[in-house]
């Protein structure tokens, strides 16, 4: 399975972006998917997750300012992000969570796209 994520580039700050996460098949549906995001020099960090159920879960440092959501066929992940400041700039990467069964469990990741916010 691969996760295609896209929708990064260069944004003023106080723009927007969408980045979305897409894989072969049907393995969003059944996910937990994540985006997570990774600037120079710092760890990787969560930024927004949508579980399987649809439940919703923010980090403190964009809450009202992104929103993340699947399309109705649930084969794509977006990542609205608005209202964008230097600081959102990183890396960025979607991250697919679940299980086939108990005894198999499994986990995927994007290749990452770059986000970039300039003053």
């Known amino acids: 399975v691969q996760l295609q994520a896209s929708g990064g580039g260069l944004v003023q700050a106080g723009g927007s972006l969408r980045l979305s996460c897409a894989a072969s098949?049907?393995?969003?549906?059944?996910?937990?998917v994540s985006w997570y995001r990774q600037a120079p020099g710092n760890q990787r960090e969560l930024v927004a997750v949508?579980?399987?159920?649809?439940?919703?879960n923010y980090a403190e440092s964009v809450k009202g300012r992104f929103t993340i959501s699947r399309d109705n066929a649930r084969t794509t992940v977006y990542l609205q992000m608005n209202s964008l400041k230097p600081e959102d700039t990183a890396v960025y990467y979607c991250?697919?969570?679940?299980?086939?069964?108990?005894?198999?469990?499994?986990?995927?990741w994007g290749q990452g796209t770059q986000v970039t916010v300039s003053s």
């Open positions: 098949g049907s393995i969003l549906r059944i996910s937990d």
């Open positions: 949508i579980t399987s159920r649809g439940s919703t």
């Open positions: 991250n697919a969570v679940g299980a086939f069964s108990v005894e198999s469990k499994y986990e995927y």
